[in-house]
């Protein structure tokens, strides 16, 4: 039984920093490509992060670029996304998921067909 538990979620002030933490169970993240999500109110869910199965490639939203990295501990089946510099705009619900395919949109939601429950990101 495949399960994400996303964690770290919270409020910050512009500028600050949070990682958030997925804790993968019923596979290994070494087998999947994983990636980050993001949905506020009202918007679509919008891919934010991505890395491969080795984790030697990481992919990123332009909105996030240099400030986002994305990186995993396969000893701890565990993917992070430490996020610098954040931004109000950046304020959403944020989700893990993991993907069975091989291709396809690094970054498109439709491609991904594990997701954890989402953790809450606010920046004032």
């Known amino acids: 039984h495949v399960q994400l538990v996303e964690s770290g979620g919270g409020s910050v002030q512009a500028g600050g920093s949070l990682r958030l933490s997925c804790a993968a169970s019923g596979f290994t993240v070494s087998t999947k490509r994983m990636g980050w999500f993001r949905q506020a109110p009202g918007n679509e869910r919008e891919g934010v992060a991505s890395i491969s199965t080795g984790g030697l490639m990481t992919y990123y939203a332009d909105s996030v670029k240099g400030r986002f990295t994305i990186s995993k501990d396969d000893a701890k089946n565990t993917v992070y996304l430490q996020m610098n510099s954040l931004k109000p705009e950046d304020t959403a619900m944020y989700y893990c998921?993991?993907?069975?395919?091989?291709?396809?949109?690094?970054?498109?939601?439709?491609?991904?067909?594990?997701w954890g429950q989402g953790t809450q990101v606010t920046v004032s």
């Open positions: 998921a993991a993907r069975d395919a091989y291709t396809g949109s690094f970054l498109a939601p439709s491609t991904y067909n594990y």
